[in-house]
Each structure stands twice: as C-alpha cells, then as structure tokens.
C-alpha cells in the first residue's frame, strides 16, 4: 500500500469496527477509563481468548477492583477468580507483585511513563502500551499479534517481530492515529484479516492491501 493510503484505511476502519464488539480490554478502558483495570485486564488476556479474559477480569474486580484491595486477596483466591485465563498460576502470582509495587513504589497510582510500567512484573510492551494508550489516553503504540501481522499484510511495514513493528510505525504512523491502531487493528484481526485464511472478499480495505504472505484467503 502507499503510505498516504494509511487515512483512507484507519478512516474505513474506524466506520466498520464501530459495529462490532470491542475487545475486551478496550471494553474495560471505555466503560472504567481506570488504568488499574487496563493493567489487570491485559496481563490477564495474554495467551487467552476475549470471552475468557472478559469473565476472568468482572470476577476478579468484583473482588477487588484497586491495587490496595488487590493485596487483601490470597493468591489462591486470585487463581480461582481468573481460571482458566492461560498461565493463571502465574498471572495471580504476578498479579499480587505488580499491586505491592504499585501501593509501595507509586503511592498507589499506576505508572504512565512507559519506562517504569515495563519494570512490574509479567509487564511487557504490549500491556505498558495499552496501559499508556488506554488507561491515560496518552500516546502509544501497543504491538500484538494482530498488529505486526495486519500492518505488514498490508505493506505499511516490512519487519520480523513486534518490536521492530513498533519501532516502524513510531517513525511512520501518523500520531493521531496511535492512541486508537491497536483497538482497530484487533478488532479487525479477529473479524476479517485472520492469522489463516483470512476473509479478503468481505475485507473493507482490500483495494489498498498488498496481502504480504497470504497464501489462501476466502
């Protein structure tokens, strides 16, 4: 794709998206604008389904929806609110040592400088991203699956991790359109543009898409 054709996709995108289902971390961010939340949720969903980290997160928040709450909670009780997220065990362990760090090292306020999100533990760019993104609504680039694969399908990148995907589109992507690439771009990915076989004939944006290693679609 050109890489002036960016607006005409985010702008397509944006429009079709709306009428899906957000993902269940932007579910959380839009209906708590809590960066405590956003934090939870995405260490949660790693490696796990939208409907299971959906589930997983309203039981645990019913629970205890502050870092301070968190800490009154055993690491069992954590472990039975989040099954079956994948890694449960240790996402509750990790769980319990991000709240200690967060009430002892950051007076209880979730960081928002990327930086010091990637110091918890079990945090990578990914969650300190969407935490930056979501959470304060501060501009970020949060790189998962469905972003590396769908920005170099496309043709607006060409790199072989999400790091280097970050990295990419930091020095191209326009930065109005960073806060929200990661939301759409998952939506989308669980939509239309799949890992395997994507569904290039319903795709809103396959006029600007040079398919990079598509080898079936439907």
Not at 7 to 15: D, G, Q, S, W
Not at 19 to 47: C, Q
Not at 93 to 98: A, D, H, P, R, S
Not at 188 to 206: D, E, H, L, T, Y
Request: proline fraction near 5%.
């Amino acid at each position: 794709m050109n890489d002036g054709d960016i607006h005409k996709v985010i702008r397509t995108l944006k429009k079709v998206v709306s009428e899906w289902d957000a993902p269940a971390v932007t579910h959380v961010a839009e209906s708590s604008r809590d960066p405590f939340r956003v934090l939870i949720s995405t260490v949660l969903s790693l490696r796990t389904k939208d409907e299971t980290t959906a589930a997983a997160s309203s039981r645990l928040f019913r629970l205890a929806d502050t870092p301070e709450a968190m800490l009154s909670l055993s690491e069992k009780e954590i472990m039975e609110a989040i099954y079956p997220v994948g890694f449960y065990k240790t996402k509750a362990k990790n769980i319990l040592e991000i709240c200690s760090d967060i009430v002892n090292k950051y007076k209880c306020v979730v960081p928002d400088d990327l930086e010091e999100l990637l110091t918890l533990k079990g945090v990578g760019r990914k969650t300190a991203n969407l935490v930056i993104t979501l959470g304060y609504n501060k501009h970020g680039i949060c790189v998962d699956t469905h972003v590396h694969r769908i920005s170099n399908r496309l043709g607006y990148v060409s790199t072989k991790t999400p790091e280097e995907t970050e990295t990419a589109l930091r020095e191209k992507l326009p930065k109005k359109y960073w806060i929200d690439y990661n939301s759409l771009l998952v939506a989308f990915g669980q939509k239309i543009c799949r890992p395997v076989s994507p569904i290039c004939s319903a795709c809103p944006v396959r006029d600007y898409c040079d398919r990079i290693g598509v080898v079936k679609s439907r």
